[in-house]
């Protein structure tokens, strides 16, 4: 079994900073890339960031200049630095990885629960 567990979430006002993190553990054989997702209440889930095992990374438009993506191979952990945050930051934030895992021959895509920020104005 493969667990995503992301942690540093919580309440930051308007032009604080975060950082995320989330940790993979488990039977993986190979993790591909690593991207961080979030759903703001009422709205649809959207990908904030990606990072590919070369360690190129993708960014959606409204957080470009203020999130950082990285990854620490060697501890199957990929991280968000957020700074300058906005109130329309707040949201569920979810972590992705496409993993191999020992028993099965394809990437799949494996979600943590989710660690929720909160920008206060």
């Known amino acids: 079994q493969v667990q995503l567990v992301e942690s540093g979430g919580g309440l930051v006002q308007a032009g604080g900073s975060l950082r995320l993190s989330c940790v993979a553990s488990?039977?993986?054989?190979?993790?591909?890339?690593m991207a961080w997702y979030r759903q703001a209440p009422g709205k649809e889930r959207e990908l904030v960031a990606r990072?590919?095992?070369?360690?190129?990374?993708s960014y959606a438009d409204s957080v470009k200049g203020r999130f950082t993506i990285s990854r620490d191979n060697t501890k199957n952990t990929v991280y968000l630095q957020m700074n300058s945050l906005k109130p329309e930051d707040t949201a569920v934030y979810y972590c992705?990885?496409?993993?191999?895992?020992?028993?099965?021959?394809?990437?799949?895509?494996?979600w943590g629960r989710g660690t929720l920020v909160t920008v206060s104005s």
């Open positions: 488990g039977s993986i054989f190979s993790i591909s890339a």
């Open positions: 990072i590919r095992n070369g360690g190129s990374t």
């Open positions: 992705m990885t496409n993993m191999v895992v020992h028993g099965r021959a394809n990437v799949m895509d494996y």
